[in-house]
Nanobody, 121 residues
């Protein structure tokens, strides 16, 4: 299983970014997909997840700003991030899991490498 995240970069507060994650080596439609982030010196934090049935959940800190979506035909999951804030600065990781739940790191078996998002004030 390979998960390749892309789309990170350096932006200013208030800007938008769209992260993409390309998945391979798995039956994508059978997996819940999630985005996590890890800021320097902090633990890994759940950002958003979308189930195999297209239900989604987001962390309170990003509600109203971030949207997760998936395209099963392309084996892709996306994270649209609007109105970015300096506290969103982190490495962002996509993950895949096939459990019933999808809001916690332990729900995920497969992880990609991070893509770095830096938001300047």
């Amino acid at each position: 299983v390979q998960l390749q995240a892309s789309g990170g970069g350096l932006v200013q507060a208030g800007d938008s970014l769209r992260l993409s994650c390309a998945a391979s080596g798995l039956t994508f439609r059978n997996y819940n997909m999630g985005w996590f982030r890890q800021a320097p010196g902090k633990g890994r934090e759940f950002v958003a997840g979308i189930s195999r049935n297209f239900s989604d959940k987001r962390a309170d800190s990003v509600k109203g700003r971030f949207t997760i979506s998936r395209d099963d035909a392309k084996n892709m999951v996306y994270l649209q991030m609007n109105n970015l804030k300096p506290e969103d600065t982190a490495a962002y990781y996509c993950a895949a899991g096939d459990l019933r739940t999808f809001g916690n790191p332990r729900d995920y078996d497969h992880w990609g490498r991070g893509t770095l998002v830096t938001v300047s004030s």
